[in-house]
T-cell receptor, first 113, second 111 residues
Framework: KNQVEQSPQSLIILEGKNCTLQ??????????LRWYKQDTGRGPVSLTI?????NTKSNGRYTATLDADTKQSSLHITASQLSDSASYIC????????????FGAGTRLFVKA | DGGITQSPKYLFRKEGQNVTLSCEQNLNHDAMYWYRQDPGQGLRLIYYSQIVNDFQKGDIAEGYSVSREKKESFPLTVTSAQKNPTAFYLC??????????FGPGTRLTVL
């Protein structure tokens, strides 16, 4: 069964600290993996996208990694800011007789002053 | 100013009523999608359309209907057949199979 699992479910960190969010997937055949940031009550916004051949992608203080062999991805946030408080969603796409996408349930990050 | 818009932001419905959620995009994207988001769950696909006048059911299409008469517009109707419609609804568009761009969402509450 194609699945995307994220951990932890929620996370509280102090402003200025780093954190890493995890995403494991069982999707096959893999096409690409995206990380989205979703502020409360808003639509998700794309942070990074990685294909099979890419193992790291950065967007400012956000760095995503991908290990296609172990089917794991992580999102590392450096020097967190209060505005980083949001849900972070891992999204995996695959192509099997049609292009399909599975969304993880997200990790809820709270950054405290 | 390019983007994807949804209206209304908040919507209240009485049981037994049909309601229609609007989604418009001026990004010239071929594909448009409707998702439902419930607390603690990932987004679930309701319907999607890859071309005008064509659309496909997603994973949870029962109780919903859509139309795609124009490239820019993909309205979603939540019918009275949808047993638990209270949720946050998100519309997205993309150039298949590119990144999906999401609208701001509509929060539907059944009274």
């Amino acid at each position: 069964k194609n699945q995307v699992e994220q951990s932890p479910q929620s996370l509280i960190i102090l402003e200025g600290k780093n954190c890493t969010l995890q995403c494991n997937y069982t999707v096959s055949p893999f096409s690409n993996l995206r990380w989205y940031k979703q502020d409360t009550g808003r639509g998700p916004v794309s942070l990074t996208i990685m294909t099979f051949s890419e193992n790291t992608k950065s967007n400012g203080r956000y760095t995503a990694t991908l290990d296609a062999d172990t089917k794991q991805s992580s999102l590392h946030i450096t020097a967190s800011q209060l505005s980083d408080s949001a849900s972070y969603i891992c999204v995996v796409s695959f192509n099997t007789g049609g292009f399909k996408t599975i969304f993880g349930a997200g990790t809820r990050l709270f950054v405290k002053a | 100013d390019g983007g994807i818009t949804q209206s209304p932001k908040y919507l209240f419905r009485k049981e037994g009523q049909n309601v229609t959620l609007s989604c418009e995009q001026n990004l010239n994207h071929d594909a448009m999608y409707w998702y439902r988001q419930d607390p603690g769950q990932g987004l679930r696909l309701i319907y999607y359309s890859q071309i005008v006048n064509d659309f496909q059911k997603g994973d949870i299409a029962e109780g919903y209907s859509v139309s795609r008469e124009k490239k820019e517009s993909f309205p979603l109707t939540v019918t009275s057949a949808q047993k638990n419609p209270t949720a946050f609804y998100l519309c997205a568009s993309s150039m298949v199979p590119d990144t999906q761009y999401f609208g701001p969402g509509t929060r539907l509450t059944v009274l």
